[in-house]
């Protein structure tokens, strides 16, 4: 059956922290008094949010259930894992959770633009699954091409969190096609790639650093593999 709709992750799929965000923590933890280095912010960062996501993973099913508290919860546990020295914790969480709510904070990939156009003008209807929260939709409000993402999936909203089946069935029940004629696009093998595999969706892996682009056929594996978003146009045809 043929593809109908593609949906895309957001964070290291279609759009990126521009600072890094190592250099936004940075950058914000040093106005709240923190002298860390930004290798230091790094891999506390990285530390946190993996364990927030282990965290999750061993409360089973009901670690996958989420909603707007959940989610700010979450990210205040990792401003505070990051900067434990900070006095206004409250205070740093904030001016990080509003900074990345704003678009300056983003920056779409390079391909992203012209593959969103160039898979619309095939007749392809294009999607944004997330488990980025709320404020997800100012950023996709500020990018103009972002209007051809006719449906806006958001863990928070819908109550459970990539790669939950649940998650995905609600894609799938709000499209109102067969799961098969939807591909999944993202740069999570587990987020994206397994849980839209789970209810039947097909999936591709989107990997920048491999070093050749490695376009695996969606027929006879599993799930496709690409190096780069216009890659999915050669895989598609
Ligand atoms: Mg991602």
Redo the contacts with the bound molecule.
């Keep these: 059956m043929e593809v109908q709709w593609i949906v895309f992750?957001?964070?290291?799929?279609v759009i990126n922290p521009e600072p890094s965000v190592a250099q936004a923590y940075h950058m914000i933890g040093k106005q709240f008094g923190s002298e860390r280095t930004l290798e230091e912010v790094r891999l506390r960062f990285m530390s946190a949010f993996s364990e927030t996501e282990q965290q999750d993973a061993s409360r089973g099913s009901t670690g996958m259930t989420t909603n707007a508290d959940v989610e700010e919860t979450r990210w205040r546990y990792i401003v505070a894992e990051v900067f434990p020295e900070v006095e206004d914790g409250e205070g740093c969480f904030r001016r990080l959770h509003d900074y990345f709510a704003e678009l300056t904070a983003w920056r779409a990939f390079d391909d992203t633009l012209p593959t969103l156009h160039s898979l619309s003008e095939r007749g392809l209807r294009l999607a944004i699954a997330?488990?980025f929260d709320h404020r997800l939709h100012p950023i996709c409000d500020g990018i103009a091409t972002f209007g051809l993402f006719e449906k806006r999936f958001i863990s928070s909203e819908l109550g459970f969190r990539k790669p939950s089946m649940q998650f995905y069935q609600a894609v799938v029940d709000a499209l109102k096609v067969d799961a098969e004629q939807i591909l999944m696009v993202?740069?999570?093998l587990k987020?994206?790639v397994e849980g839209a595999l789970s209810v039947g969706m097909k999936a591709v892996l989107i990997d920048r650093k491999l070093p050749h682009a490695d376009k695996t056929g969606l027929s006879d594996s599993p799930f496709g593999v690409v190096r780069s978003l216009t890659d999915l146009q050669g895989l598609l045809s």
């Design positions: 992750d957001a964070v290291g799929t997330s488990n993202g740069d999570s987020n994206d």
